[in-house]
């Protein structure tokens, strides 16, 4: 199939091209550079050994993007593009509300008019809020978001919903995203965030190189086991190959389909830590820190829903998330800028 994926420059767009273009898939990225750099997908076309197509454009510029439909005929979209950061969703909300909102509105209008109708859409764990079960499957009813981020993802599943239900010819896939880490194999791509990490391990990486002095954990009072949250991590290479499934998934015309990508193992902070010294043979400092504003105690889903119906499941374990998070780092300490 030829893929169109939004956002494709990104974090979790860039490892999702290798594992579409492993399995026979083509691809076209749109992208605005807002959270990336062009120099993800060159390194994405050596990894491959193939010129990845690319379109420096806005998802909310329906010209541009009614361009990329007319040049390629896109069979489904993977839609990625979007501002993802919590606490910048929280002192910027209108921009959060206006860019997320606004691009999949523009983005679906223009699939439409150009008979695409199939979708995979970046959906998030924080859906559910704090979670009515341990572990999250599906069926959960979804929660209270705290910030304008997690609400975009909540509004637009249910506009997606909305979508097939009006029009049954949509094949609307919604992914919920546990927390992806890890990196390539290689170390040529992984996550490169701006400034202070807002996340777990990138935090953990940096310190490890140098650039922090140390990790703030956020609290050690929480009711699990050694008191620190406890996630759900995935490596960011299984979440790639889960797209691989999904898309499989609408070749077979399956309508409407919700999927949490997660391991269904939860990990406290300081098991992390601890997998991250072991894996690599570092120390990472740490301290603790009152809780952050909005956090919750535990999260993390039961994917049997996926394994089912989809036929996939992760194969990565903590270990090698964190020896590949590491390797990524290590090779760029500067992430992409060098
Ligand atoms: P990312 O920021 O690395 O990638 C998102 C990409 O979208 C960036 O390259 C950015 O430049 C681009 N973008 C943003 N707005 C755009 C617009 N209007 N037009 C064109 N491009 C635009 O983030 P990621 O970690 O790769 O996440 C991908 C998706 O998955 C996002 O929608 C994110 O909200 C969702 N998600 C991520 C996580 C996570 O922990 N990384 C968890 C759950 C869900
Ligand atoms: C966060 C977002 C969530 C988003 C997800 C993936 C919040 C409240 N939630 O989830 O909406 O979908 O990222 O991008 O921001 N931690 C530390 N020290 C740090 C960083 C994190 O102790 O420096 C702890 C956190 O308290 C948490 C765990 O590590 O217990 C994971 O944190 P993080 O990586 O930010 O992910 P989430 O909070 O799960």
Redesign the pocket.
């Known amino acids: 199939m030829q893929i169109l994926l939004t956002g494709g420059a990104g974090y979790i767009g860039s490892h999702t091209i290798i594992e579409l273009d492993k399995a026979g898939h083509s691809v076209v990225v749109v992208d605005n550079l807002v959270n990336s750099k062009e120099e993800a997908l060159r390194r994405v076309s050596k990894i491959i050994g193939k010129q990845v197509p690319f379109i420096k454009a806005d998802v909310r510029d329906r010209e541009a993007l009614d361009k990329v439909f007319k040049q390629y005929k896109i069979d489904a979209v993977i839609h990625f593009a979007g501002l ?4 910048e969703s929280c002192e910027k909300p209108l921009e959060y509300y206006e860019n997320n909102m606004n691009a999949t509105f523009v983005l679906l209008d223009v699939m439409r008019k150009n008979g695409c109708k199939n979708i995979i859409f970046s959906s ?3 859906v559910y809020g704090d979670p009515a079960q341990i572990p999250i499957t599906e069926s959960c009813p979804k929660g209270h ?3 304008p ?2 609400q975009t ?1 909540s509004m637009l599943e249910e506009v997606l919903i909305d979508v097939q239900k009006a029009d049954p010819e949509w094949n609307v896939v919604l992914l919920r ?5 890890g990196a390539h194999k290689s170390g040529l791509i992984g996550e490169n965030p701006n400034g202070i ?8 990486t940096q310190t490890a190189i140098g650039i922090r002095k140390e ?5 050690n009072d ?1 009711d699990t086991p050694d008191g ?4 759900d ?1 995935i490596h960011v290479c299984d979440l790639a190959a889960g797209h691989v499934a999904a898309l499989q998934a609408i070749q077979r015309k399956c309508g409407l389909g919700i999927y949490n990508l997660g391991t269904g193992h939860g990990y ?2 300081l098991d ?1 830590v601890n997998a991250f010294q072991t894996a690599n043979g570092l120390k990472v400092p ?1 301290v603790i ?1 009152p ?7 535990t ?1 993390y889903c039961n994917p049997a829903k996926a394994k089912a119906e989809l036929g996939w499941e992760a194969q990565y374990g903590i270990e090698d998330m964190c020896r590949d998070s590491w390797n990524f780092q290590k090779n760029n300490p500067k992430g992409y800028e060098e």
């Open positions: 993802k950061a919590v606490g998030s764990a924080t978001c705290t910030n981020y997690g993802k995203y546990f927390n992806p880490i990490p807002n996340n777990l391990m990138p935090y953990i990790l703030g954990v956020f609290g929480y620190t949250g406890v996630r991590y406290s902070v992390v740490y820190k809780r952050r504003p909005g956090d919750i105690a999260c």
